[in-house]
């Protein structure tokens, strides 16, 4: 990878501060702590570190503007993100990736893209960072403990109660799902017989 990872964090400091600076830092190293104590290489431990630093840098961004930046990428938008564009703030931080840093490799931009929705084919890159921002030790709420706690016993039994536990999420709140997540959920299921 030509960038380095300062550079990537000088990068996504130019883009975020304050509370979601710190909960991006705490991703970061929880994510890099899941992927070296699930014995994956120094390559893909690598792209899960920069994956972590970029997965919100666009988060501040106006949904206005995502809306527009998803668009003039061609990117594939679902009803649902059009109506609530904030949805699109990592596809967006995969693209400017691109443009600003030259990131182009597709495990990375991947992980970033689907981080909040979730897709059917996802690699252990994208299913490690997906855990961590769900469960990284600043997220109080009782799911992300228990996330945690199955995390230390078993990664993918981890990532299947971290989908579910945000399609509950969603239908306790009455909030649309977008059928990906849905199809990534039934891919789960499937695995498992
Ligand atoms: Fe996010
Ligand atoms: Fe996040």
Known sequence: ?????????????????????????????????????NGQDQVACERV??????????????PAKLLEI???????????ERDHPGLLHGAVAAFLAREELGIDDPSILRAVSFHTTGEEEMDVVARLLYIADFAEPGRDHPTASTAREIA?????????YVVGERLHYLIDSGKAIIPRTLHLWNTLTADSG
């Open 152 to 160: 230390d016993r078993n990664i993918d039994e981890a990532f299947r």
């Open 49 to 62: 570190r920069i994956a972590a630093l970029l997965h919100d840098s666009a988060k501040n961004i106006p």
């Open 70 to 80: 998803s668009l003039k990428h061609d990117h594939p938008i679902d009803p649902v």
């Open 1 to 37: 990878m030509e960038v380095t990872e300062e550079q990537v964090l000088e990068y996504v400091r130019s883009q975020i501060d304050g509370e979601l600076l710190e909960h991006t830092l705490r991703v970061l190293e929880y994510s890099s702590e899941l992927a070296k104590r």
